[in-house]
């Protein structure tokens, strides 16, 4: 008799969660890895994570430790949940303790401060595998209502295809449809990028402004997303697809966004310091809008949209200065 695949998913916050309670669903057995003892005894007690998703019961065949070598234990998968920026040092503390041959699946939706490294580069070299057992889990994918078991696709991106078919399988519900695509290079790039866009789009809406400038932003902001991915050896179709538009959609639309109500807020007038005090949570493209138009200058790309967003959030210049600047740049063709 087979046993079940089993799933070690590293961070009990909301998306960590729930994609465990997806991989649950889907037959696999997991574990949570998450710091605080009080919320893995709360999850194994209650089956809730009363400080992620609160009132979302998650199955019995997902369970939490605060022992990273039990999570590790014989997994087939290796999910990956933590912010981008301190995955570096966490994983190098978990690689020992790693399943010889496990699948290692980011979630995370950042770039690197520093290293411009994606997520996936990351895992690569701090775990010692080949991109043949790295894969990247990304697409419209707001936690919330993947905990609320809506309906909603997503891509599963491996260069190894064969790879991403067997995360397709474990991770495929009747609420959760995983496509995959062997561009991991175009669909991690959709990830991080969304995030800075995100940024912008609510920005835009804190200012009060209304949907033509949102749909410009989407739009262009896609439009630069695609230039970095062709400068990096990224299909540009992936950038029509979930990884891509999808996400940005859902971001750019969604109160449940981090990103986008990070911006929100900015734009309502409140500081750097007063956003963050207010934000509970992960935001990726506070960090990664730097390591993303660090990115853009080693490749020789212009993203105007991502530059305008490291000077509102990091160089304090006001986000009306801002647009000014950002519409009065020399006028050009849409498709160059
Ligand atoms: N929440 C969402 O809807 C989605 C999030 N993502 C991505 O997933 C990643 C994780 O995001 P969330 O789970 O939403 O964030 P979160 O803020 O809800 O949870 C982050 C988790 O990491 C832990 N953590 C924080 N600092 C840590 C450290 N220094 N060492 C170890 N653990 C630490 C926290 O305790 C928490 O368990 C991000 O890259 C995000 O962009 C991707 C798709 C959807
Ligand atoms: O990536 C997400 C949805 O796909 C979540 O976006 P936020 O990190 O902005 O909440």
Redesign the pocket.
């Known amino acids: 008799m087979t046993r079940p695949v089993k799933a070690a998913v590293?961070?009990?916050?909301?998306?960590?969660?729930?994609f465990g309670m997806v991989l649950a669903d889907a037959g696999c057995e997991v574990t949570l890895w998450?710091?605080?003892q009080e919320l893995a005894d709360a999850v194994n007690r209650t089956r809730t994570n009363p400080d992620?998703l609160p009132g979302v019961e998650l199955p019995a065949n997902l369970r939490a430790t605060t022992d990273p070598a039990e999570a590790a234990h014989e997994a087939d998968f290796t999910v990956l949940?933590?912010?981008?920026q301190?995955l570096r040092?966490?994983l190098a503390a978990w690689a020992p303790l790693l399943a010889p041959d496990t699948v290692l699946v980011s979630?995370?939706?950042?770039i690197e401060l520093g290293t411009a490294k994606r997520?996936s580069e990351v895992v690569e070299e701090v775990a010692k595998v080949p991109a043949e057992r790295v894969a990247v889990v990304?697409g419209p994918?707001?936690?919330?209502e993947?905990a609320a078991r809506q309906p909603a696709a997503s891509v599963v991106a491996c260069v190894d295809e064969a790879v991403a078919q067997r995360l397709q399988a474990a991770c495929h519900t009747p609420y959760f449809r995983p496509y995959t695509n062997t561009d991991v290079v175009g669909c991690e790039l959709g990830?991080a990028v969304k995030?800075v866009i995100g940024l912008a789009v609510g920005i835009a809406d804190g200012m009060g402004l209304g949907d033509n400038t949102k749909g410009s932003l989407i739009t262009r902001g896609l439009a630069e997303t695609t230039r970095l991915g062709l400068a990096m050896g990224a299909d540009p179709l992936t950038f029509s697809g979930l990884a891509g538009l999808g996400d940005l959609v859902a971001t750019c639309s969604s109160p449940?966004?981090?990103n986008h109500t990070f911006g929100t807020n900015l734009g309502r007038g409140m500081s750097l310091e007063e956003t963050i005090a207010v934000t509970?949570?992960?935001a990726?493209g506070v960090k990664s809008c730097e390591s993303v138009a660090d990115l853009a200058r080693r490749h020789g790309v212009d993203m105007p949209i991502t530059d305008t967003v490291v000077d509102i959030v990091h160089h304090g210049k006001p986000p009306l200065v801002a647009l000014k600047d950002l519409m009065s740049r020399s006028a050009k063709p849409e498709r160059r």
């Open positions: 590293y961070g009990t916050g909301s998306w960590g969660t729930a998450g710091r605080r992620y949940a933590v912010p981008s301190t040092g966490n979630l995370m939706k950042g997520m990304t994918n707001l936690a919330r993947i990830g995030n449940l966004s981090r509970r949570q992960t990726e």
